[in-house]
């Protein structure tokens, strides 16, 4: 997952660009593959935490890199689902139906009160694709240095004047122009933000494979829900964004108490 070369920067650019114009990707599975890490060893928690994993490795990333320590070391009240959402599922345009289909929807079934969805890299891409079609099934987004596609298009949007301004937006769901269609959505949700759940982006200031996109996209978000740190598009900057992220978490939804807690009548 280090990102610290032009030739490893371009490597990455010639799979993005085989993934989704010659659609050669892994075949996706049905129903997703996830791991499942629950909050308590008995029951279930009112909360669920959705992590999408990027281009590199798979879904077994955020155990082996202490993502899923760091969580549970702050006591967070949310049970933690990753599936493995590989690029199969974004060439076939099938992510977001599966998500929903898969994991979302049981898990309203189930009775969890809040959802909400963490991307990192490829996968902030993904979270974009399901707020796009599934907005009001979520209650908040997280996004971890998000790939939004290549700079000429973030160029075009730039000299139009930005987000707002920009008019060549296009509804084709055609893959071969997923860039322009990613930007389109991300201008409707510009124009009605209230209609959507809260977007909270981050972002390493030396990204070479995200770029200039993550910063284009804080323009039209609340600057409370932006930040960015010195860093570029690897894990280590990755925990950093995400350990933050965390702490607004935690300000949301108060840890869980412990057995020493409830003895005590403490919350340390």
Same mark, same amino acid.
């Given at each position: ?9 371009l490597c990455i650019t010639s799979l993005v660009c085989c993934f989704f114009v010659s659609g050669c990707a892994v075949t996706p599975k049905i129903p997703l593959e996830t791991l499942n890490y629950p909050a308590q060893a008995t029951g279930r928690s009112d909360n669920l935490l959705v992590l999408l994993r990027g281009l590199g490795g798979g879904n077994t990333v955020f155990e082996e890199e202490g993502i899923i320590d760091e969580i549970r ?14 690029? /199969? ?9 599966? #998500? ?20 990192? &890299?490829?996968? /902030?891409?993904? &979270? ?52 322009? #269609? ?87």
């Amino acid at each position: 997952m280090e990102f610290t070369s032009i030739r490893h920067l371009l490597c990455i650019t010639s799979l993005v660009c085989c993934f989704f114009v010659s659609g050669c990707a892994v075949t996706p599975k049905i129903p997703l593959e996830t791991l499942n890490y629950p909050a308590q060893a008995t029951g279930r928690s009112d909360n669920l935490l959705v992590l999408l994993r990027g281009l590199g490795g798979g879904n077994t990333v955020f155990e082996e890199e202490g993502i899923i320590d760091e969580i549970r070391s702050r006591r967070l009240p949310f049970d933690i689902v990753a599936p493995d959402t590989h690029f /199969g599922y974004y060439t076939n345009k099938t992510l977001a139906v599966r #998500l929903q289909t898969d994991i979302i929807a049981p898990a309203r079934r189930k009775g969890y009160k809040h959802i909400w969805i963490a991307g990192f &890299s490829m996968g /902030g891409l993904g &979270s974009l694709i399901y707020l796009q079609s599934y907005h009001r099934d979520i209650d908040g987004v997280i996004l971890i240095s998000p790939y939004l596609g290549v700079n000429s298009l973030i160029q075009e949007i730039k000299d139009a004047g930005g987000i707002t301004a920009w008019k060549h937006v296009t509804t084709s769901t055609d893959i071969s122009d997923w860039t322009r #269609l990613t930007w389109s959505c991300i201008r409707e949700y510009s124009e009605a933000p209230l209609h959507y759940p809260p977007v909270y982006l981050s972002y390493g200031s030396e990204d070479w494979v995200a770029k200039d996109g993550p910063a284009l996209f804080a323009t039209i978000l609340p600057k409370d829900r932006v930040f960015h740190v010195p860093g570029n598009h690897n894990i280590s900057t990755f925990r950093v964004l995400f350990s933050r992220q965390l702490e607004m978490l935690q300000k949301k939804f108060p840890p869980t108490p412990t057995p020493t807690d409830k003895n005590t009548g403490g919350n340390s």
